[in-house]
């Protein structure tokens, strides 16, 4: 079963991808569109550029929106050729697009990458609702893939933020505080932020620049 890890650990790592976790799915996860064959998840993570976050300051800027969508086509990617990987030895995977909305009201795609990600023990949930890894902060951008291929799953981080609060004080639409994330406030403000000439989607990174773990 480890075999199987360290062989998909060595092909992500030809990608430059050296964020990596495995887990069981929560059996309370139901996938809209995916039978539930596939018990499994492969999360893998990569991490924003620090130069393009320190253009933020209190909304996204172009570049960062380009950064954005730059990594999720790297993450996209990498996550065909693990699907490709993991079917030529005949078993079954899904790839979860590393940012694909399907209910804009609650935010919410087909499965949770962080919620995943706390599972195979990338990190934990935050005062911002974000994933927390213990080296990147929330400065990491994530993709899934579900499969019915065996292994060990990794042992899940519940760690927590202790006394930070830079999230809760940098947020522009004061959504985050430490009862946790109103996401009725916060999608409010990334509609106005979609407004921005040039930005056209619902982005805003500031709780993500100030979050940057141990770097």
Known sequence: MNCAKEEIKKLLLGFNVKIVGFCKIPLNIKIPEIEDTLPR????GYPLSKSVLAT?????TLIYKHHYKTVNWILDQTAYHLVRFIEERNKK???????????????????SHKVLAKEAGLGFIGKSGLLIHPVFGAQVRYASILTDLNFEPDQTNNADC??????????????????????????????????IRGIG???????????????
Request: glycine share 6%; hydrophobic share 35%; net charge positive.
């Open 41 to 44: 998840a492969i999360v893998f």
């Open 56 to 60: 933020i300051k209190d909304r996204p």
């Open 162 to 195: 202790g006394t930070c609060r830079k999230c809760i004080e940098a947020c522009p639409a004061k959504a985050i505080t430490e009862d946790g994330v109103d996401l009725s406030r916060c999608l409010v403000q990334l509609k106005e932020f979609s407004k």
């Open 93 to 111: 995977a899904i790839a979860i697009p590393a940012s694909q909305t399907i209910d804009w009201e609650t935010q919410k795609g087909h499965i």
């Open 201 to 215: 989607q619902y982005i805003c990174g500031v709780c993500v620049k100030v979050c940057n773990g141990r770097n």
